[in-house]
């Protein structure tokens, strides 16, 4: 069965140094990798995803993730943090090929500090 | 509309009562999901359509749960007969295309259910 782990509730970070949060996961054969944002009292929402082709993925506000095959991560990062940053990030997983559901991590809470 | 909605916003039920969930997708989406969140935790699968066709019920936690698209865009999460630990955040989400979860989910706000 495919999973994922995010290994740490929180990540605080000062406001314009760089952030990560991290992603690891597990899923038979190749995988499709995506990360979410929630904001308090709001769905969630797409950052960016990685099917195939370059290891490092830009998303939307700045965000990119690198995937990593033979440690099986999917590090978000961001090389500047904004105090508006601070929200709860879902890293998932889904196998490729045709219809696969999607599989979330409990999510990882980042505080930017101004 | 602008993005998917989801209606009440909040649900308080009394343990044994029978709840219906509406999920509106972005119109012309093929694909809707539902997950269940409970507090602290991700977004855990429920269900899948594509179109009015569920082609994926298998995290539906027990026969109390159904999900129907009739018509392939509304979608209804009936619960029956309540319980407390049925206490969560109920999203739904859709995607364009008919590949189903590899595509960009766009989520609602979500249903949040309390069981007393």
């Known amino acids: 069965a495919q999973s994922v782990a995010q290994p740490e509730d929180q990540v605080n970070v000062a406001e314009g140094n760089p952030l990560t949060v991290k992603c690891t996961y597990s899923?038979?054969?190749?995988?499709?990798l995506f990360w979410y944002v929630q904001y308090p009292n709001r769905g969630l929402q797409f950052l960016l995803k990685?099917?195939?082709?370059?290891?490092l993925v830009k998303g939307s506000y700045g965000f990119e993730a690198e995937f990593n095959k033979s440690q099986t991560s999917f590090h978000l990062k961001k090389p500047s943090a904004l105090v508006s940053d601070s929200a709860l990030y879902f890293c998932a997983v889904s196998p490729s090929g045709g219809y696969q559901k999607v599989t979330f991590g409990i999510g990882t809470k980042l505080q930017v500090i101004p | 509309g602008a993005g998917v909605s989801q209606s009440p916003r909040y649900k308080v039920a009394k343990r044994g009562q029978d709840v219906a969930l509406r999920c509106d997708p972005i119109s012309g989406h093929v694909s809707l999901f539902w997950y269940q969140q409970a507090l602290g935790q991700g977004p855990e699968f429920l269900t899948y359509f594509q179109n009015e066709a569920q082609l994926d019920k298998s995290g539906l936690p027990s026969d109390r749960f159904f999900a129907e698209r009739p018509e392939g865009s509304v979608s209804t999460l009936k619960i029956q007969r309540t319980q407390q630990e049925d206490s969560a955040v109920y999203l739904c989400?859709?995607?364009?295309?008919?590949?189903?979860?590899?595509?960009?989910?766009?989520f609602g706000s979500g249903t949040q259910l309390s069981v007393l």
């Open positions: 899923v038979s054969g190749n995988p499709y």
């Open positions: 989400a859709s995607s364009l295309a008919n590949r189903g979860a590899n595509e960009k989910l766009f």
């Open positions: 990685y099917i195939t082709g370059d290891n």
